[in-house]
């Protein structure tokens, strides 16, 4: 058994907030803010709330706007979080129908029955709820016989799940595995943090891992795959089961995402490089053997930085193309989005590189070729 990538999968949501749209309610959340804490700003009780900027956002980060499933919410400064519906336990839950989306795109590309699909991994950071699995939801959904589940490795869950996808068929466990990748970060993210309220937006992902004796013929070769974890708090969410408060932004800031992000930048980014550079080695393949780096989307500066160090001098676009700028950080889809969107243009034995990193520390690299 030979485990290939077959096929992927995106869906988008229809709305967007540029960075313009995102700071002006910002800015007014903080002007309200400090109104109502006008007395206790002047007796030096608390900090006045200070404005956050577009070109600060876009220096930093290269974030210029980001997908959200509810944009009225996250933009109203009355309200600062998304406003999603609870469902009922006879609809099919939002991250599941997402992921649906995705994973159709990714079974029509390959060709596949979802009759013919052997399990389901929903690999993902934010998940709908503990139990049952959201896996199982969007098997039950699309019609998929034998087993699912759900694992969250924070950003890194994509290529985790690849690899477990990939273990599955080298084990015969499974012929094809359908990883899905919702992420509805809005959800998460601390919209009234001035230092993170624009990083995150919301995509779902799809990626379909197959034997090669059943995948199409323009299917990607995974030429090797390796993955690392080493703990860290500097980037973390403290919301679970054991602590039902309802998290607001500014009752328990640590139930949604906080992280030392300077810290995050300057650790991860050598944990990073030396992970591919020694599995170049291990794989007998030169930098310039890898046409393109599909680098995990959270910052432009970090993934030039990682890029040069690997490729030796910076990536052009072409090299290490970016969804950031329009995305922003969607988390575990980041990486395959680039991937989906930036490998059409492959030829035959040409290879590259899948990467993602995140909270953990977590990093998971997964190496291609194209078939065909
Ligand atoms: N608007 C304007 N200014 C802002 C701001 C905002 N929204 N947010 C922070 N600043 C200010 C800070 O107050 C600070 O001011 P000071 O120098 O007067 O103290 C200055 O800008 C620099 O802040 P800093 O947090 O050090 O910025 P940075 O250059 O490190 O960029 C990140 C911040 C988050 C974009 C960057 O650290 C990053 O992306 N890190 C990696 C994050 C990551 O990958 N996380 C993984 C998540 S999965």
Same mark, same amino acid.
């Given at each position: 058994m030979k485990p290939v990538i077959s096929a992927t999968g995106l869906w988008t949501p229809p709305e967007s907030v540029t960075n313009a749209e995102l700071v002006e309610s910002f800015n007014a959340w903080a002007d309200r803010w400090n109104a109502e804490h006008e007395a206790d700003i002047a007796a030096g009780l608390v900090e006045a709330k200070t404005h956050s900027s577009v070109e600060f956002i876009e220096k930093a980060s290269g974030i210029k706007s980001r997908y959200v499933v509810d944009k009225s919410g996250v933009t109203d400064p009355a309200l600062m979080r998304p406003v999603i519906p609870e469902r009922s336990n006879e609809e099919i839950s939002i991250l599941a129908e997402i992921a649906v989306k995705a994973a159709r795109q990714a079974l029509e590309r390959a060709g596949r029955d979802p009759k013919d699909v052997d399990a389901v991994i929903c690999a #993902?950071?934010?998940?709908?709820? #503990?139990?049952? #699995?959201m896996a199982i939801e969007v098997q039950e959904a699309l019609g998929i016989e034998g087993f699912s589940f759900d694992m969250n490795v924070a950003c890194s869950s994509a290529t985790f799940g690849i690899q477990t996808a990939a273990d599955f068929v080298r084990a015969g466990h499974a012929k094809s595995v359908l990883m899905v990748n919702p992420e509805i970060t809005s959800g998460h993210l601390n919209w009234t943090d001035r230092d993170s309220h624009f990083i995150f937006g919301d995509v779902a992902t799809a990626v379909l891992v197959e034997d090669e004796s059943i995948a199409p013929k323009d299917h990607w070769k995974i030429l090797g795959t390796q993955l690392k974890t080493k703990f860290s708090n500097n980037i973390r969410n403290n919301f679970g089961f054991l602590n039902r408060a309802d998290p607001s932004g500014e009752g328990a800031p640590d139930k949604l995402f906080v992280q030392e992000g300077r810290k995050v930048f300057k650790e991860v980014v050598p944990m990073v490089s030396e992970m591919i550079i020694t599995e170049l080695d291990r794989l007998s393949l030169k930098p310039e053997q890898l046409r393109r780096l599909w680098l995990h989307q959270a910052n432009a500066n970090m993934n030039r930085l990682i890029s040069s160090k690997v490729l030796g001098h910076e990536a052009s676009d072409d090299e290490s193309p970016t969804v950031l700028d329009e995305y922003a950080n969607t988390s575990s889809a980041g990486s395959i989005i680039a991937f989906h969107k930036h490998s059409a243009d492959f030829k035959p034995g040409e290879r590259g590189l899948i990467c993602s990193f995140g909270a953990g520390y977590s990093v998971g690299a997964v190496f291609v070729e194209k078939a065909g």
């Open positions: #993902a950071s934010n998940m709908q709820r #503990a139990y049952p #699995a």
